[in-house]
């Protein structure tokens, strides 16, 4: 059975970072792309950052370019997503997940069939 954990999260004051893990098991992810999101309390859940399989193209929402990376080490079929100068608006349940087919970064996530069971991200002011 496909898994996805992530860890990493907690509480942070603004301005601050964190690095979130999250590690795949019973499928190795090698050959596809890799993705962020996140939902924030009464909010919809919305997309954060993506990777391709190999990691040569990268993809970031507006609201958190030049201050999030997204990167993988295929070899540990783990993605990480280290988090700077945080805002108190990141504040947010952030999920990995990894799409059903190869060949392509998808950024919707309903091209994701794969997620993790969020990691609890605070911001405080």
């Known amino acids: 059975q496909v898994q996805l954990v992530e860890s990493g999260g907690g509480l942070v004051q603004a301005g601050g970072s964190l690095r979130l893990s999250c590690a795949a098991s019973?499928?190795?992810?090698?050959?596809?792309?890799r993705g962020w999101f996140r939902q924030a309390p009464g909010k919809e859940r919305e997309f954060v950052a993506a990777?391709?399989?190999?990691?040569?193209?990268?993809y970031y929402a507006d609201s958190v370019k030049g201050r999030f990376t997204i990167s993988r080490d295929n070899a540990k079929n783990t993605v990480y997503l280290q988090m700077n100068s945080l805002k108190p608006e990141d504040t947010a349940v952030y999920y990995c997940?990894?799409?059903?087919?190869?060949?392509?970064?998808?950024?919707?996530?309903?091209?994701?069939?794969?997620w993790g069971q969020g990691t609890q991200v605070t911001v405080s002011s």
């Open positions: 990777i391709s399989w190999n990691g040569g193209s990268t």
């Open positions: 019973g499928r190795t992810f090698s050959s596809y792309a």
């Open positions: 997940a990894a799409p059903r087919t190869v060949g392509a970064t998808p950024t919707d996530q309903y091209e994701y069939d794969y």
